[in-house]
Each structure stands twice: as C-alpha cells, then as structure tokens.
C-alpha cells in the first residue's frame, strides 16, 4: 500500500515564484488535510478538505490555495512563495476509528521547501 | 503560546536507560495522541487515549492520560536506539480542532 503520496520531495523557490504541492491517497478516505512543520512550532493546519468538493481554511491559510481534484487528490499551491514559507509540508489523509469517537491520520512522507 | 507544551524539547540517553516526556496543557481535550516521526518521515500514530486517567502500553512504551485530560505522558523501558525519532503529541479540543505539540527529540545512543 502507498498510503499518501507527496511530491516533490524537496523544493528550492525564488521569492515571487509560484508552485504547487502534489498529494495523493489510495485509502479511499473522505478527509484530507496540509500541514506545515516549523522548528519549535509543531504541526500547524494550512488547509482542510472534509470531502471531495469542500475546502477550508486551517490556523494559517495566508499564502496558500489548494485543490480537491478528487476523493484521492488534494493539491497545495503557494501563489507567490516568500522566506516566511520555507518549511516542511506534510499532508495527511484521516479515517475515523469506528466505535471511539476519534480519527487516526496517516500522513505523507513531506516536502522540504526552501524559499529563498 | 503553544497550547500543548512537551518537554523536555530534546533527550540524548544511552541504550537501556528509561525515560519519561510529557505533554501539558491548561486546556481539557477529549482525545489525546502520540504520534512518532523519523527524519524524513511524516508522524506515524502509535496511540489514543481517551479517558481520564487512561493507561496503554504499547510494548516497551507506556502512554498515560492525565485524570482532568489536560496532560499525558509517555514513558520507554529500556530505550533502543530504534526508539531514536521526534516524539508528538496532538490533542483535540472543543470545536473539534486537532493541535499539536513541538515535540520532543529523542536519541538513543548505543
């Protein structure tokens, strides 16, 4: 199983630039999410997809649009990338745990952008 | 602020020793999870708990929920240096939101 997939791997931009961040999960799962990882700032939600067609804003969506092409496929696409966005990307896929009330996320293997 | 605060930030403990890292909030959560990332990886879930007070043991690791749900800890009996990664945990609060901790790293030296 590929689980979720993200691609490029690594990325270095010129401010000003524009790019979009590919995922794509084989989980048939509804909800999908981006996250950025920041040293000493955890994990923090850029953009959700609860199902295919629906998008919504996350903790810090300045900068960012995405796309839900499909069930499977959830883009993040930074428009004019700046210094302030060089981090690493995750995005996530989530299924719910029948009979407890909570979710599990399984999430892609990231993208390390730098923004010069 | 973070609202879930883990320490400590960094641990380097030699193969066999135990350790103990810790997650706290002055906030409630209904669910509480820890999840583990190796470089290059994205986080892998290894628990949730989600009663007060909650005990689960995962092999050599031991997972607690604090008894008002605010904090958790994790603890590892004689750590291995597979143990070695980036230990997060993540809570979810009213309005169904999802927050995660900064992590603590952890390395096993053998």
């Known amino acids: 199983n590929a689980g979720v997939t993200q691609t490029p791997k690594f990325q270095v931009l010129k401010t000003g630039q524009s790019m979009t961040l590919q995922c794509a999960q084989d989980?048939?799962?509804?909800?999908m999410y981006w996250y950025r990882q920041d040293p000493g700032m955890g994990l923090r939600l850029i953009y959700y997809s609860a199902s295919e067609g629906t998008t919504d804003k996350g903790e810090v969506p300045n900068g960012y649009n995405v796309s839900r092409l499909n069930k499977r496929e959830f883009s993040l696409r930074l428009e004019s990338a700046a210094p302030s966005q060089t981090s690493v990307y995750f995005c996530?896929?989530?299924?719910?745990?029948?009979?407890?009330?909570?979710?599990?996320?399984?999430f892609g293997s990231g993208t390390q952008l730098s923004v010069l | 602020t973070q609202l879930l605060e883990q320490s400590p930030q960094f641990l380097s403990i030699q193969e066999g020793e135990n350790l103990t890292v810790y997650c706290n909030s002055s906030?409630?959560?209904?669910?509480l999870q820890w999840y583990r990332q190796e470089p290059g990886e994205g986080p892998v879930l290894l628990v949730t708990?989600?009663?007060?007070?909650e005990v689960k043991k995962l092999k050599r690791l031991t997972f607690q929920f604090g008894d008002a749900r605010k904090d958790s800890s994790l603890h590892i009996t004689a750590a291995q240096p597979g143990d070695t990664g980036l230990y997060l945990c993540a809570g979810r609060v009213r309005g169904n939101k999802l927050v995660f901790g900064a992590g603590t790293i952890l390395r096993v030296k053998s």
């Open positions: 989980m048939n799962h509804n909800s």
């Open positions: 708990v989600v009663t007060g007070g």
């Open positions: 906030s409630v959560f209904s669910s």
């Open positions: 996530a896929s989530r299924i719910p745990i029948t009979g407890t009330g909570v979710e599990k996320l399984f």
